[in-house]
């Protein structure tokens, strides 16, 4: 049973095409989140989301933007690809959890998708 | 700006103990979490810190000193398979997460 499975793995395209990512959980979970990874290895957050508010990081360029049809999908669309668009991109989900009296969400990561822009 | 710093890269011998450290400055704290990540995978969670003091897992504790910025995790009776990135990342005061760049741990025989 996938948790959290994104397709595709691996996606090859051009430069200035447009291209999507698919990102499902069967966890139940609220919140969403698209984040992206680059060859220095740092996780940046891009998106998170939830049926009620989605909080963008005011770096991302608007050339992505993320699409929810419902709580256990949350797809990221990326127009006019550029090289600089290459990278891991992981998608994940939370529930908000509690320890020692102490709220904490633990994310569960999706396999990634490794885009390469030509 | 908010600022997570870890090793880039560590290496132990199997069977060995290995400490890997991780300093922060956020705009407020709201815990903080270490993942490890094998090449190629996605991150996996491994535990959480929002008190000061060591929470013990199996064979991997954590300890945080929010006074210090610090926290480290420890790895005993390293294996093969520990080798991995190990992500520290902090949730600050909007409850975002902000992530270290990870240490790389290399297990030698």
């Known amino acids: 049973d996938t948790a959290v499975s994104q397709t595709p793995k691996y996606l090859v395209t051009q430069m200035g095409n447009d291209k999507s990512i698919k990102c499902e959980q069967n966890l139940g979970h609220d919140t969403m989140y698209w984040y992206k990874q680059d060859s220095k290895k740092f996780l940046k957050i891009m998106f998170s989301?939830?049926?009620?508010?989605?909080?963008i990081n005011e770096t991302v360029p608007n050339r992505f933007s993320p699409k929810s049809p419902d709580k256990a999908h949350l797809n990221l669309h990326i127009n006019s690809l550029e090289l600089g668009d290459s990278a891991v991109y992981f998608c994940a989900s939370s529930q908000e959890g509690y320890s020692g009296g102490f709220s904490y969400n633990e994310q569960f990561f999706g396999p990634g998708t490794r885009l390469t822009v030509l | 700006g908010q600022n997570i710093d870890q090793p880039t890269e560590m290496t132990a011998t199997e069977g060995a103990i290995v400490q890997i450290n991780c300093t922060y400055q956020?705009?407020?704290?709201?815990?903080l979490f270490w993942y490890q990540q094998h090449a190629g995978e996605a991150p996996t969670f491994l535990s959480y810190n929002v008190l000061d003091g060591l929470e013990e897992k199996g064979r991997f504790s954590s300890f945080l000193s929010r006074s210090k910025g610090y926290s480290y995790l420890l790895l005993k009776e390293l294996q093969m398979k520990d080798s991995a990135s190990y992500l520290c990342?902090?949730?600050?005061?909007?409850?975002?997460?902000?992530w270290g760049a990870g240490t790389k741990l290399i297990i030698k025989p």
């Open positions: 956020t705009s407020g704290f709201n815990g």
């Open positions: 990342a902090v949730r600050d005061s909007n409850y975002q997460l902000i």
């Open positions: 989301y939830n049926n009620k508010e989605l909080i």
